[in-house]
Structures are given as C-alpha cells and as structure tokens.
C-alpha cells in the first residue's frame, strides 16, 4: 500500500473543489444552515441534505455529483460528534464505497465545521476505512477486476503533527492479517506460511526461530504433537519472532500468541460440510498477532515484542489423535483427549506454556476458538478473557474506543468442574454442550505460567458476512485496531 496523505488546516476553496474528481465531506448533525452555506458548493449539499430530512443522515451518506468541470462526485454525511466509533467506522465505510468503481487515483476529505477534538478523530475514522478498502485482498479470477488505484488523500479541515501514522501502520497490519487468512489452505501450509513469514521477519529486521516437530519432541509438547501427529508431512511447529526496539526505554516485555490451524477438518470428530466450509480461516489468530507486531514495528514501539504463531493442521488419518486419548503437554499436565475438533486449545495449550517462561510482563492470544463464543455474542464483537479482572475495564473501554468491540467473560473457578477428568489432570472440553468458550479460556489458563497476566480474545467477529465497522471484507482481522489501542492509549502493559 503506497498511499500519500496531505493535510490542510482550512476548508477547501471552490478552486480546490473543482480541482478533484472524488470527495468525502463531513459536517455536524447541527451546523447552521447558514455556515454550510459558505463552503463550496454548500447551497447544493444543503438542498440534497433538507431533501433527506433528519432521519437518518447519519446512516446513509447522500451521493451527488456537482456542476462543475470535473463533475467531481461527493459522497457527504452530517454526524453527531459523540457518534461511537463503531458506528462512525460503520458510516465511514459507507462513505468510500460509494466512490466504488471510480478508478480513484487522488481523494478529498473534507471535515468542516466541528469543534476543537472532533475532526481527527473523524479524520482518522475516515482515513481507516479508505485503507482498508484500498487494501488489495487475494483473488484467484483468471480475470480479476484492476486493483485500487489510490495514491494520494487531500485532507482538508485537520493538520496534525502524527500525519495519521497509526492508522496506516494499523491498516498495514490488518490488511497483511486479512490477506493471508483468505488464502485456501492449499496454498498456506504450515510450510508455505513460514516461508512468508520468513520473507517478512527478514524485511523487518525479526529474530525468527521455528520450533519443529523434531524440537518440540524433546520439549514433550504432546498437546501441539498430538494435533500435528494426523498431518502426512511434518511441517507444523511454532514460530516465534522477536522485535526488539533500538532504544528500550522500558523492559517490559509483551508476547502475542496466536493460534495458525491452516486447516480444520475437526479430525476424528470430522466436522459436517456445512461447519468445515471456510475452516482454512482457523489460522486467523496468528495472522492477527502477526500482523499486529507488524503496525507495532512499524511505530517503533519502545517495548520488545515477540509473536508466537502455532502452525498446524487438524486433519484427519490413519495417526490422527483420537477421543479418550490422554496425552502429556510440555508443562507435565495429562488431558484426557473428548473432541478433537477442540485442536485451538490443545495447540495453544503448549504455546502459552513455552511462551510463559520467557516471564513476559503481559500474554495476549488470539483465536478463533470456539463455536460458543459466537452463539453469546454474533459476530460483531469477540470475547474477552483474562486472568486479571481488575484488567477488564480497560478492556472493555478499548474495545469501545477503537469501533473492534470486545465483551468479557466469567472465568471463575468453579468452571472447572466440568474439565474435571477421572483418568488424567483435566478434559480437554465437556461432552455436554454450554459455555465451551468459557472452558476453553480456563483450560487454556493451566498453561500460563508465572501468574504472567494474560489476555484472550475469543475471535468470534473474525469473519461477519459483510464485513464489519471499518472492514469491507467478510474477513476481519479483528484485533490490530484494538490491541493497539489497549496498548498505546489504555497503556495496559
Ligand atoms: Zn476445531
């Protein structure tokens, strides 16, 4: 992506105006007619805008070409500036897509008439979802459709020192998480995957080392081996990148984990066709930790981060792990093998146990885990789950901060009776069904060693047909917006 911003304090001029072919305008809900009136071009929006009356305004820009030379084609909204930014993202998408198909090569924003505080964060909302919709996704059409031809955005109405810098290092990140999940599993193998992020750890100056089948043998990861035992080639193993900053002002070390199943047949307990179709999504988690280690070296973060992707496959055959199974994870814990299309956990269990003696000052994973996570919530916020609750404020709030929405959940420990095992330390999950995301996350917090604070976010919204906020793709990469702004603004490390 090589898209220039250029900012303006003032409003365009009518010169300005004319001189561009496509425009984003935003106004307040409540500007006086009489200030509209004065912008370019302001008696034609103020006639379309009366024409829609109040209702809805704010849901549904209003498209117009102007009568000037260039015919220059508007898509325009008047908002409230407490919008959440859910809904501000929401509208901003719909704000670029109505210049779909305009081959747009140069884009005005115009932000008129807020007061002080508004404009860069509506700016902001604006620039977001122009990038994530500029961001070229793999298609595999023998003919595919010109890709965004985007270079340079004309901001008018906000001049700020950043240029917007998160933003694009956010939307480089997403747009790296969202292109590899997309991917068939037939060309993202563990060893395809690597490979890519090998190209990428050299381009960004990451120590990468990969822990193979062979290495995790002599670790005794029975809970990662016992997923990887069903896969013909032996490709699978955990990666593990390193950032280290070139001035560490702080030690404070942070760990992304991520889970990388390539595919997910659900194994012995095959999944049915309907539940298997789309499954080569299962490595989104990792896409997501990868993609937000990303955006954070891209801002040249002060703290080192290290990224932990596990990389598998669930398949089915003849040495698949099998129901009743009780295998052995690195730590020494014995789980009683119930459903091995339960593989998220197994692999993570492993990952988060290795990845825990490092003695980070703060754990975050992502995966798409469980069913049950998306029947609580849709697919329009993901769940959260931490070992500290005098964390989930902040959680909450970041999530509402930055439009990729979270919710957390209980993770008492009387939850544990129902992992309770008659012939190894724990289940792996219940037979009976209910809060299998729940279950999952206190599984998964046996494996995290030294009482390390920890962060799990249950992908549910990782794919919303339709996309979601910001998002135009079905595929979200959910979770770089918010694990920055959970990092960066809540400053929770
Ligand atoms: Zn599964």
Redesign the pocket.
Known sequence: MNIKLQQQAKSPDKQQVDKLANWIIVMPHLLAVKTIKQIPYGEILQARRQRLGKKDADKSPIMLDLPNKTGSHISFTCIKSDISSFNLLTLARKLISAHEGHEVKELGIAVHGFSAGHPERIAEAVIAAILAAAAEMPKFKSKSKSASKLQMLHLYGVRTAHGFRRTFAEAEGNALARSLTMLPSNMLTPSDYLKRVRQLANENKWKLEFYDIKHLKKQKAGAFLAVAQGSPTEDAGIVRLQYTPAISTRKNKLILVGKG?CY?T??VNL?SANYMFGMHE?MQGSAVALGTLLALTRLKVSFPVECWMALAM?HIGPKAYKPNDVITASDGTTIEIVNT????RMVLADTLAMASKQKPKLIIDYATLTGACIYSLGKAYSGIFTNKDELIPKLVEAGRDSGERVWPFPMDEDYDKSLESDIADVKQCSRESGADHILAARFLQRFVKNNTPWIHIDLASSNRKGGLAHIPTDTTGFGIRYTLNLLLDKKIL
């Open positions: 199943i997910d659900g194994g999944k299962d669930n299309d339960a593989e998220g």
